[in-house]
């Protein structure tokens, strides 16, 4: 009986011996990474390798982000502790979620379970710790300044260093690195404001009749080249007046003023003048312009600038302007019409049509105050001013 009771007392003494190792490797289990820092690196430094307790079957990462600032907590958590602290990541808050990318504050909680797994950036859910790849460009007529490059939340910073030169777009001035290894914003480029400054070569042909015609004129003259900046990465004008014919001694070319805007108004007023003999030829004016005007011998640039016409006039054509405006089209030349109206006086509005082949590029004035020409000018060089850091003459990122 003593026997019997011995033996019944050594076996139940290895099960207690068996559940006392089984308990004590669960416990030396799981190891996790417990530390408080500035990014998931900087937590790491000042961590340590933590054993968890029996009942701690998770290793949790909380990223707590302010503005620019990363905050990474690392421990042990209680598994069913930590999925719901993981929930709460989809949780609404604001204009998004706890745990986002596009607001300025963000809470992120991340749940992983075998050892030392929260040692390495979690990217539950943005949990906000990827790193993103630091720019290597250099950045035309600037410069570009990285910081928290290490925490996971790197910022960027651009700033342009030459003369008239401005980021682009004005809002990336500054680049933030998101959860997913992605910058929040595009890279920006450094490039001149436009206005003024646009890239194009441009024939305008003008003709005014009535008695405002010299008004008309020089306020055409006058605001235009307030407006723009002409230069060899910008625009480029070519000038000739029209009547019955165009006036051949008005004609100012590309290569006449060095892209110089001062010797181009020179030019202008040594040249231009108002002439109203006879009918109104604008169809012969364009076919001037493509055969004498919109040539690499009058200093008109290669096939990566674009080119237009642009008509200033009070007046109807006499003379067939279907035929040389198609032809001028065909050439890859966008025609614009300035349509200065008069009281008691109708544009054949189906001829402008025929001109420009687009509504868009008609523009109307109902006078010849500064006012009518800033709105029509700005509505016309709109068409011009598109992304400038894809300039074609401009090296950009």
Known sequence: MNRLRCKEMRHQAKIYVILFLFSFDSVQGLRCMRCYGLGNDGCNKNGFIEECRANQASCDTVVRRYGEHLLV?????????????????????GISTQCNDIQRNSVCACCCYTNQCNIVPQSCDGSLVTKCDIPTISLQHGKVSCHNRKSGRAVCQYQCTAENYAIYPAENKKTVCLNNGKWDKQTPCCARPCPPFFLVDVVSLIHFSGDNAEEMLQSVLGYFYNVVATAEDALKDSLIYYSETPIESSAIRFNEYQANST???????????????????????????????????????????????????????DDDVKGPANEARRRGYQIYVKAFRQENYKFDEQQLMDITDDKKHIFNFDGITPQENSKGFQDMINHFCLDPCDHVLHEHP
């Open 73 to 93: 907590m690392k421990g042990c958590k209680e598994a069913v502790a930590c999925r719901n602290n993981q929930m709460q990541n989809r949780r609404y808050s």
């Open 263 to 317: 010797r181009f108004m020179e030019l202008a007023r040594e040249r231009v003048f108002v002439v109203n003999n006879g009918p109104v030829n604008l169809g012969a004016a364009i076919q001037y312009a493509m055969d004498n005007l919109l040539t690499t011998q009058s200093g008109m640039r290669d096939d990566r600038v674009p080119k237009a016409i642009l008509i200033h006039t009070n007046s109807n054509s």
